[in-house]
């Protein structure tokens, strides 16, 4: 399922996953592991892997929402002190508006998702492919490494 | 996920234990509801939860509201360090009543 990679500009990790419930938690696995290894602390590898499930979890949820068999690609690019994470589909664009982080100003059931991810993130992208069909999600997070 | 709900000193304990997501969070909600519908107190047991994403928070949130618009108490316990991340991250960690064991949450009034 990943295949890594050792060229710098290739990224250290790609995913590609049928875009379903049931497939998510085989790709936090690979989150966490991957953010552990880059360097990531692993409170902040778990906050990593909380913010970028929620953004598998939309791709599943909403930009898929008619679609049975689509798909995603998570690519993970381990920087010098910075962890850098791009996922991409291949659904309709997704409406800029409905991934701007708005908190609820009531406690509700639902909307918290992308709040998260914007949240844990230092950098949240939303970017349309080119082609008019697709969306690139491009999250970083910057950290300081652990003196040895 | 998978779950147990154990009955005790009038309060039905639902245990939830793995991850609380999408692919589980209707089975979470559809148990939550159905406990509540039965019980007047409800205690969910978050001990052995790994993972919780913002569906299985919405699923506790929805319990939560019912349970107040019934008028029937319902509260978490011994939430593990993944849940109270969440909760935390989600500003909600306040929003629900918290005990820090499952016996405090049985033996505490109201």
């Known amino acids: 399922m990943s295949d890594y990679q050792s060229k710098e500009s290739e990224p250290s990790v790609r995913v590609t996953f049928p875009a379903q419930a049931g497939e998510l938690q085989r790709v936090r696995e690979v989150v966490r592991r991957t953010c552990v290894e880059c360097g990531c602390s692993a409170a902040l590898a778990n906050d990593l892997v909380i913010a970028v499930g929620e953004a598998c979890q939309n791709v599943v949820r909403h930009a898929y929402r008619d679609v049975d068999d689509g798909e995603a690609t998570l690519e993970i690019f381990c920087r010098d002190g910075a962890v850098e994470f791009r996922l991409h589909d291949n659904a309709p664009p997704m409406d800029n508006e409905k991934l701007k982080p708005v908190w609820p100003k009531k406690v509700q059931a639902g909307g918290l998702g992308v709040c998260l991810i914007h949240d844990i993130m230092d950098e949240v992208e939303h970017l349309p492919l080119p082609s008019g069909h697709g969306n690139l999600l491009r999250m970083v997070k910057s950290f300081k490494r652990d003196p040895e | ?110």
């Open chain 2, 1 to 110: 996920m998978t779950h147990e709900i154990i009955e005790k000193q009038g309060s039905s304990v639902v245990v939830l234990r793995g991850d609380v997501d999408l692919s589980s969070s209707p089975e979470a909600r559809k148990l939550l509801l159905s406990c509540i519908d039965g019980s007047d107190r409800v205690l969910v047991d978050l001990s052995g939860v790994t993972y919780i994403d913002s569906s299985g928070i919405a699923s506790l949130v929805e319990a939560l509201q019912v349970s107040k618009k019934n008028g029937k108490q319902f509260a978490l316990a011994a939430a593990s360090e993944p849940t109270r991340r969440v909760l935390e991250l989600a500003r909600l960690d306040k929003v629900f009543k918290m005990h820090a064991t499952v016996e405090e949450g049985i033996n505490a009034e109201g």
